[in-house]
């Protein structure tokens, strides 16, 4: 998005929250949905910078993402929670392009507080898989149907006596 043009351009398909900010961080445009889901007028007459919606925890995560546009990349992603106005937080997913090293960020954006319960239980469910499988010292394989991939896991590999663990293009090899 060029940094002239305001942020409501950006249809809401393509990225329901944008924003661009100035080098010191402040909020220099942000579009309705972006507004509705902090609850407050941005930017305001209070000049908010982005440090000031972002949870202090995130804070690092979006300093280091803005360095990183500053000496090595144009853009970079970035999952962040933001603060609303009454103190819930939502989890949101950015990607934050400088059109010039130093210059105004742009930043595309979308709400994945939905999906975040979602992920947390992925990863539980992940990690109680991991753990079952060496409490029951047994392997773990997969086969892809669509491609006729199979995979060992290393108890699995060592299982079936392959000495580490194995992609086999199929399940007849």
């Known amino acids: 998005m060029p940094a002239d043009l305001p942020p409501s351009w950006v249809p809401d398909r393509v990225a329901p929250l944008v924003a661009t900010l100035d080098t010191g961080f402040r909020l220099t445009a942000a579009n309705e949905p972006l507004q509705r889901l902090l609850g407050r007028k941005l930017p305001g007459s209070d000049e908010a910078t982005l440090l000031d919606i972002v949870v202090p925890d995130d804070i ?92 060992l896991d290393a108890r699995a590999s060592l299982l079936v006596g392959a000495s580490a663990p194995a992609s086999v293009s199929t399940v007849a090899d």
């Not at 595309?108 to 753990?131: C, Y």
């Open 60 to 151: 690092p995560l979006v300093l280091t993402a803005v360095h990183r546009l500053d000496t090595d990349t144009r853009t970079t992603s970035l999952d962040v929670r933001l603060r609303h106005v009454s103190g819930r937080v939502v989890h949101t997913r950015w990607s934050i392009h400088a059109a010039l090293p130093g210059k105004v960020i742009e930043m595309w954006g979308r709400d994945v507080t939905t999906e975040h319960p979602l992920r947390e239980r992925l990863a539980e469910s992940n990690r109680l898989v991991d753990l079952a499988t060496r409490v029951a010292n047994c392997g773990i394989w997969t086969w892809d149907l669509v491609t006729d991939a199979f995979d």
